[in-house]
């Protein structure tokens, strides 16, 4: 079953904005990092920004001063606000958790939300 849900995606004229969510079952939210990775077509999978269960937070550098990074760990959601959005920010956005235990460890990745910018 899915565990990870990103929504929030669709179309804006470049300077608009958009607010992503990511929505996880507790166990895996709760005490981990959670990054956002984009894609645009025919290009590798970037990262965009993360934040720890601590609130430790990293942006890629060309999303510094636009984007925003949060979590609210009662409803085990993070989210990520985007201003002054680029034509270049077009993509897919996925949400990224990686678990790693003595025992196990498992990548969850949302099925991504499709971000379009438009000129």
């Known amino acids: 079953q899915i565990q990870v849900v990103e929504s929030g995606g669709g179309l804006v004229q470049a300077g608009g904005s958009l607010r992503l969510s990511c929505a996880g079952s507790e166990n895996i939210f709760r005490f981990n990092t959670i990054s956002w990775y984009r894609q645009a077509p025919g290009l590798q999978r970037e990262f965009v920004a993360s934040i720890s269960s601590g609130g430790i937070i990293n942006y890629e550098d060309s999303v510094k001063g636009r984007f925003t990074i949060s979590r609210d760990n009662f409803k085990n959601t993070v989210f990520l606000q985007m201003n002054s959005l680029k034509t270049e920010d077009t993509g897919v956005y996925y949400c990224?958790?990686?678990?790693?235990?003595?025992?196990?460890?498992?990548?969850?990745w949302g099925q991504g939300t499709q971000v379009t910018v438009s000129s």
């Open positions: 990224h958790v990686p678990v790693r235990t003595t025992v196990y460890s498992i990548d969850y």
